[in-house]
Nanobody, 116 residues
Framework: QVQLVESGGGLVQAGGSLRLSCAAS????????MGWYRQAAGKQRELVTT???????NYADSVKGRFTISRDNAKSTVYLQMNSLKPEDTAVYYC??????????WGQGTQVTVSS
């Protein structure tokens, strides 16, 4: 089992920045890829970005150049630096952790609201 606790969401004006954090506990040494997903009201959950244990990253086209994911393996924590935020970035952001044996886990979500 893995527990994920997110923090750092909030309300920001368009063009501003926020930094999300996600700390893993439990069977954290089994974690391979970690990532962030988001779900806006009335929409399906979508991938934002992922990062492997080795540091390889993947970003949705909509956030490339604005968001940066990073990871501290020693702390089992992943970060999402979000710059140049837009109103369309408003969503609940969820942390995800994939384990090497196939299962994945989700955090409780943190609300990000970008006002225009």
């Amino acid at each position: 089992q893995v527990q994920l606790v997110e923090s750092g969401g909030g309300l920001v004006q368009a063009g501003g920045s926020l930094r999300l954090s996600c700390a893993a506990s439990g069977d954290r040494f089994s974690i391979t890829t970690m990532g962030w997903y988001r779900q806006a009201a009335g929409k399906q959950r979508e991938l934002v970005t992922t990062i492997t244990r080795g540091g390889s990253t993947n970003y949705a086209d909509s956030v490339k150049g604005r968001f940066t994911i990073s990871r501290d393996n020693a702390k089992s924590t992943v970060y999402l630096q979000m710059n140049s935020l837009k109103p369309e970035d408003t969503a609940v952001y969820y942390c995800n952790a994939q384990l090497f044996w196939g299962r994945d886990f989700w955090g409780q979500g943190t609300q990000v609201t970008v006002s225009s």
